[in-house]
């Protein structure tokens, strides 16, 4: 039997990434923008995931996608992963620190980035020091990422974000200090009674600042997933 997780166009093999496939990284793969044309590059693909899943979404003839990391364990994954998918010549790893590879790209340049960043600032860490590394932010800070954000994104880009619901309000918060806005926002429940425990992101350059277009998904009612979460997933899991 296959290691890792089968969808219903690829199959991701997570072993050796320091985070396993989660339905963090599916939403934000169907719920993200679709680049129309142009370059979308995946920050800290892990596995793959985000890459992948926005390459069965679009026409990856017109947009070349370029995923970035830093572990060696998870670029070799992904490199396997994209090699033995639909899209194999469309998609490209690069086995990288972000601060070190936007030095090699000109400045404005790419339509969308995608990512599923490191979200605790604090607390204990992983013993696991791969899954440490992919969870906390002690080598992608939240400043750190919006700086290459900034650095690389289109004047008319988009970048697509998932984080908990306290690191995705600090997020936005300090995005504004880098010109950029939320214009999308989805707020992501367990279910109708429980908080938020996620959030959805969509930033932009804030030269053209409009108002936040704001939404909300629950992922499972009466003991079932929502309908929401399967018209926005059904692309991909199998059992949907």
């Given amino acids: 039997m296959a290691k890792g997780f089968t969808f219903k166009q690829f199959h991701v093999d997570d072993g050796g990434c320091g ?16 680049p129309k044309h142009g370059k979308l590059i995946d920050i800290g693909t892990g596995s793959g995931l985000l890459a992948l899943m926005m390459a069965q979404r679009i026409a990856p003839a017109l947009c070349s ?3 970035i990391e830093l572990d060696n364990s998870a670029a070799d994954a992904a490199t396997k992963n994209f090699s033995n998918s639909p899209w194999s010549s469309s998609l490209h ?33 992983a013993d696991n020091q791969t899954r440490a ?3 906390h932010t002690d080598t992608l800070t939240h400043d750190v990422l919006l700086q290459s954000i900034t650095y690389l994104l289109a004047p008319k880009g988009i970048v697509s974000l998932i984080l908990p619901e306290y690191e995705g309000r600090k997020i936005i918060q300090a995005a504004e200090k880098y010109g950029l806005h939320c214009q999308r926002l989805c707020e992501v429940k367990s279910t109708e ?3 938020v425990s996620r ?21 499972h009612n009466s003991g079932q997933y929502s309908a929401q979460f399967v018209s926005l997933t059904r ?4 059992k949907l």
């Avoid at 692309?235 to 199998?238: E, H, W």
Wanted: hydrophobic share 40%; with cysteine; net charge positive.
């Fill in 19 to 34: 985070m396993a496939v989660s339905t963090d990284g599916v939403l934000l793969g169907a719920w993200a923008t679709l």
């Fill in 65 to 67: 996608i370029t995923a």
């Fill in 93 to 125: 790893c690069v086995k990288q620190d972000i601060q070190r590879w936007i030095h090699t790209q000109p400045k404005n340049n790419i339509e969308n980035i995608i990512c599923n960043p490191p979200y605790f600032n604090f607390g204990l860490q």
């Fill in 133 to 135: 590394t992919a969870r």
């Fill in 193 to 195: 009674r429980k908080p």
């Fill in 199 to 219: 959030l959805l992101i969509e930033l932009t350059p804030s030269t053209v600042k409009l108002d936040t277009q704001k939404e909300t998904l629950c992922i």
């Fill in 235 to 238: 692309d991909f899991y199998l």
